[in-house]
């Protein structure tokens, strides 16, 4: 599902987003559907979407990025807290970067995304899975890196269906995702993309907190 609004669109902010992108998950509607966030923006969107559907359970699913030697911020790929990994197998061999390299910032990262989505749930139970229509939202897709690793992840859990969800993504990576995800909804995919903060008028950086006040306010 692509080009939902003008070629190039524009949020005012995260919340408009995820009430547009909720209308357009309305075929989920009444499924008891479980939305699940990326921390932190893409919490603020998917908390939009699940009160839209009415019935879907709100939660979390931590993905970090794998950092290369040297440029920690220069994704080779991500690691959910679920356990699902992603590598960018192209730019890995292009760098020469080491297997025992990956391998091992791997375990520490996925370490921390296991830490980080225990501090976020709190005392809460870790929702079902099994069997479920399964929701993943962020506030926009650009190398989708750490969505295809939550998609991973989910789908270790035997979902019924796994469902891809953003305001915007890039083209290329939207197609990505189209060969791992059930359905991806996409409310644009311009060929002229950028960063996913030049689509929103206000893209502030969200906190901790108030990804612990949209998760406990469900």
């Given at each position: 599902?692509?080009?939902?609004?003008a070629s190039?669109?524009?949020?005012l902010?995260?919340?408009t987003?995820?009430?547009a992108?909720g209308?357009a998950?309305?075929?989920?509607?009444?499924?008891?559907?479980?939305?699940l966030?990326?921390p932190?923006?893409?919490?603020?969107?998917?908390?939009?979407?699940?009160?839209?559907?009415?019935?879907a359970e709100?939660?979390v699913?931590?993905a970090?990025?794998?950092g290369?030697p040297?440029?920690?911020?220069?994704a080779?790929?991500a690691?959910?807290?679920?356990?699902g990994r992603?590598l960018?197998?192209?730019?890995?061999?292009?760098?020469?970067?080491p297997r025992?390299?990956?391998?091992s910032?791997?375990?520490?990262t996925l370490?921390?995304?296991?830490r980080?989505?225990?501090?976020f749930?709190?005392s809460r139970?870790?929702?079902?899975?099994?069997?479920?229509?399964?929701i993943?939202v962020?506030d926009?897709?650009?190398?989708?890196?750490?969505?295809?690793?939550?998609?991973?992840?989910?789908?270790?859990?035997?979902?019924g269906?796994?469902?891809v969800?953003?305001p915007?993504?890039?083209?290329?990576t939207?197609?990505?995702?189209?060969?791992?995800?059930?359905d991806?909804i996409?409310?644009?995919?311009?060929?002229s993309?950028?960063?996913?903060?030049?689509?929103?008028?206000?893209?502030?950086?969200?906190?901790?907190r108030?990804v612990?006040?949209?998760?406990?306010?469900v």
């Open positions: 599902m692509r080009e939902l609004l190039r669109p524009h949020f902010n995260r919340e987003a995820g009430d992108l209308k998950c309305a075929v989920y509607a009444g499924r008891h559907a479980l939305v966030g990326l932190r923006g893409g919490v603020v969107v998917a908390a939009r979407v699940a009160r839209a559907l009415g019935d709100l939660d699913v931590v970090k990025k794998i290369a040297g440029a920690p911020e220069f080779l790929g690691v959910a807290a679920g356990g992603f960018d197998e192209r730019t890995i061999q292009h760098l020469g970067v025992d390299y990956l391998e910032t791997s375990r520490a370490a921390e995304a296991r980080q989505e225990a501090a749930r709190g139970p870790a929702p079902r899975i099994a069997g479920r229509v399964v993943l962020d926009g897709i650009a190398t989708g890196s750490t969505m295809r690793a939550a998609v991973r992840a989910v789908r270790q859990a035997g979902p269906r796994v469902v969800a953003a915007v993504g890039a083209p290329e939207c197609a990505e995702l189209r060969h791992e995800a059930d991806v996409c409310l644009a995919e311009p060929e993309f950028g960063s996913v903060g030049g689509f929103y008028d206000d893209f502030t950086q969200v906190d901790d108030e612990h006040r949209l998760l406990t306010a």
